[in-house]
């Protein structure tokens, strides 16, 4: 197995649940139905630093030299993304807990199953997740958030580039790719259920109407 196929393979496996976190729905369970221009930006910010706080514990603790030097500017991209949001909200946001995915991910210690999870697994549902924003600003005409999420969109996505680059050689033997998959796969389904999760709550169904 190679990344190429192991990115296939997880979005393959996680179709359904990547084309339901991929629609109009996810900014209804981000926001708790409040679809306005602060909750969004807000939603988004707490985002940014929920993945900060995940890729700085993790590069202050992985044994992978350049896996760490990849956390660490994750990090800090992470960083500079909720300073963007925040500039456009025009107020700072308290640390979030991280929701089940990042707690999830915080737990991981191979540098295997942290490149799988954060820049494969996290990465498809956070493309969603921005396009979903870019969708709501242009739909608002504004169109400087829009590019700002744009912006995020094209570096989390190069992010996922460089993590999947180090995952090839990171994975030595067909249990670190099953591995990496099944991590990469786990992550979205945690992803969804609590999408799933938090509408089933407010009486809407997940699924898309037919």
């Keep these: 197995m190679n990344t190429s196929d192991l990115r296939n393979s997880v979005e393959t496996a996680k179709e359904t649940e990547l084309d339901r976190l991929g629609s109009s729905k996810l900014l209804l369970a981000l926001t708790d139905a409040e679809l306005d221009r602060e909750s969004v930006l807000r939603a988004a910010a707490e985002s940014e630093l929920a993945a900060r706080e995940t890729f700085s514990a993790w590069a202050a603790d992985e044994t992978h030299d350049a896996a760490a ?4 500017d994750v990090a800090e991209q992470e960083q500079r993304h909720y300073e963007r949001v925040v500039d456009l909200l025009g107020e700072a946001v308290e640390p979030p807990g991280g929701g089940p995915m990042h707690g999830y991910l915080r737990g991981r210690e191979t540098t295997v199953q942290r490149l799988a999870g954060g820049l494969l697994g996290r990465t498809l549902v956070s493309d969603r997740t921005h396009l979903q924003v870019i969708s709501f600003f242009v739909n608002e005409a504004d169109e400087p958030a829009a590019g700002v999420f744009r912006d995020l969109r094209t570096e989390t996505r190069e ?4 993590g999947l680059e180090l995952l090839e050689s990171a994975c030595e033997t ?6 990496a ?12 259920d609590d999408f799933a999760d938090v509408l089933t709550g407010m009486g809407v ?3 898309p109407i037919c």
Aim: glycine share 0%; aromatic share 14%; charged share 35%.
């Design 69 to 72: 030097d990849l956390f660490a």
């Design 159 to 162: 992010a996922q580039k460089r």
């Design 174 to 179: 067909d249990e670190d790719w099953e591995t």
């Design 181 to 192: 998959e099944a991590v990469a796969t786990y992550v979205i389904q945690l992803a969804y």
């Design 205 to 207: 169904d997940p699924k």
